[in-house]
């Protein structure tokens, strides 16, 4: 489907709707500037009249120059929609936060009525406009599909077409690094996608795969702006992390989907929807969840749970909801969610049910989302999981993550040996191997930084030795919590595929 004929399948359907009489249309998008060319066209075609209001500017006619005094105000613009005596269209951007005062949602709701009865409609934009319970029965949702690799592929021809004619300018990319492009620029609207690319090609004069990172950078900007997901850098893929064979070679097997999503979807492949990780604390889920972002080279959003849930009724559903459209709209992305049994406690507590009601949407949303979102969640504690969360299709796969075995050991010990700019070929891995059984990544981890702590304030060197004292001054928490570490091998071992 080109550029064209999806345009003229949103005409179409807002015509219908509106010749069906539907008081609102909610235009699921953030392309404010392609939405109202598109209703101008829909306007024109019936005879009606084109308004557009924005926050504090106020309500302005198709035509007009100057916005309708006094209508920057969301109360005094409803009155002028019902006074107005023409048949029209009226666009309103940014309406949603306006309609949690009960005065405005009010008046909002008396003019989505009276269109139900008079030619006409009214049109909220944007992916999380809030549309008050009354006006639903009069409402109709149309979810705007963002522009496809086609249109940006066309996109980059048109700049670069548009360039050639001021200064010289190359596309220098090959197949693989225009497709990876095409398909991170997905998420961004036309214009978003054409300020990134021309800014690129005038830099330099040329479009090279370096101006990937420039995308990740406008996404990054997009999820800071929301306020709800984290943009976390992503610093090591695989090669940093010892073992987990099983694990990684399920990755990497799911790769090809990332590499040529077309030819995969040719084949019958869909996008995977994600893994969950279950294991003993330290073992390095969460770096795994960081690492399959980098080896894919995909972006990586956080999560953060106690960052969406909020004191007000329904602003927490609304969170959840919104930082699932955000991670939706930027696809393909990896969603990692950090020790997620803490995102949905059991029962709800005293939370009258909201933990609940976000984990119902949370579910829906893992079983029928649209976008390209690979969920990456870890848990240290099953107890604490819900059942539901459990059941297949919502994951891919679930993995156990156990105690590293003595050669892992070794291998986690040369890594980080080698990530502080020691030689491991100068210490004796395997006496700090067999010293260390019990002991999880992190804390081999923490064994060789209190030892880099006390070389340094003795103003000596680092030494096997100095790592062994600081082991044995360690109580694993295979040690500490060892009935625990077991009930945890035994719920796992039928329900789970090992990661090793």
């Excluded at 309406?95 to 005062?101: F, I, N």
């Excluded at 980098?294 to 960052?307: F, H, I, T, V, Y």
């Amino acid at each position: 489907m080109d550029k064209d004929t999806a345009n003229q399948d949103i005409l179409r359907e807002i015509s219908l709707l509106i010749r069906s009489r539907y008081g609102l249309i909610w235009l699921k998008t953030s392309e404010r500037d392609r939405m109202e060319s598109l209703l101008w066209h829909v306007a024109e075609g019936l005879g009606l009249d084109f308004f557009v209001w924005i926050p504090g500017e106020g309500l302005r006619r198709r035509g007009k120059l100057d916005p309708i005094y006094g209508t920057g105000d969301p109360k005094t613009a409803l009155a002028q929609v019902r006074s107005y005596k023409r048949p029209a269209i009226y666009c309103f951007h940014g309406m949603g936060s306006s309609l949690a005062d009960p005065a405005i949602a009010a008046r909002f709701v008396e003019a989505v009525r009276s269109f139900t009865t008079n030619e006409g409609v009214m049109v909220l934009t944007g992916a999380t406009e809030a549309v008050p319970e009354e006006a639903r029965p009069h409402t109709a949702v149309v979810s705007v599909r963002g522009p496809k690799p086609e249109e940006f592929r066309d996109l980059v021809k048109h700049i670069c077409r548009d360039l050639k004619s001021r200064m010289s300018v190359r596309i220098d990319l090959t197949s693989d690094n225009m497709n990876r492009l095409l398909r991170n620029l997905k998420g961004l609207t036309l214009m978003e996608a054409e300020k990134i690319l021309t800014r690129a090609m005038i830099e330099d004069g040329r479009l090279d795969a370096r101006d990937i990172e420039a995308v990740f950078r406008e996404k990054k900007a997009i999820v800071e702006r929301e306020g709800l997901l984290e943009f976390t850098p992503t610093e090591t893929g695989f090669q940093g992390i010892a073992d987990l064979a099983g694990l990684k070679a399920w990755l990497t097997r799911r790769k090809c989907v990332m590499t040529d999503p077309d030819g995969a979807a040719r084949f019958g492949l869909p996008f995977p929807k994600g893994i969950l990780l279950l294991g003993v604390p330290g073992s390095g889920k969460s770096l795994c969840a960081k690492a399959v972002a980098a080896e894919w080279g995909l972006p990586l959003l956080k999560m953060d749970p106690s960052r969406l849930y909020n004191k007000y009724i329904g602003e927490s559903e609304k969170n959840y909801r919104r930082a699932m459209e955000t991670a939706e709209r930027l696809s393909p992305v990896v969603l990692w969610i950090d020790e997620i049994e803490k995102a949905f406690p059991p029962g709800g507590g005293d939370d009258s049910g909201v933990s609940q009601r976000v984990l119902g949407s949370f579910l829906t949303w893992l079983q029928e989302r649209k976008g390209d979102v690979f969920v990456a969640a870890t848990a240290n504690d099953i107890d604490r999981l819900p059942p539901p969360l459990l059941r297949k299709g919502r994951f891919d796969e679930i993995f156990f993550v156990d105690l590293p075995v003595r050669d892992v050991r070794k291998e986690i010990f040369r890594i980080h040996l080698t990530r502080r700019g020691r030689d491991p070929s100068v210490f004796d891995l395997d006496a700090l191997a067999d010293a260390s059984e019990g002991f999880t990544g992190a804390e081999i981890e923490q064994a060789v930084v209190a030892a880099l702590y006390t070389a340094f304030s003795a103003a000596g060197s680092l030494t096997t030795e100095l790592i062994e004292t600081e082991i044995r001054r360690t109580r694993p928490l295979s040690v500490v919590r060892s009935e625990y570490i077991a009930s945890l091998r035994a719920w796992a071992a039928d329900r789970t595929v090992s990661a090793h």
